[in-house]
């Protein structure tokens, strides 16, 4: 499994993070940019896409990692 992605407001752009990472690894002028490149990543890494809003906090979040679906239990 990757890096988790971010996708984090930044001096009034987009940018999407791999967790972990001080960098960002691009930055977009939409909210919408950045979570389609994000999931791009995510879906590659197999990794957890986080979706934060112009407060910095998650607002959404989506998994491309290894679930077992049904859930168990």
Known sequence: MGK?????PTNGRWGVR????SRLTSTFDTQAEAIAKAREISINQQSELF?????GRIRARDSYGNDPFPPRG
């Open 4 to 8: 988790n992605q971010h996708v984090v």
């Open 18 to 21: 791999g967790e972990g990472n």
């Open 51 to 55: 979706i934060h809003g112009r407060d």
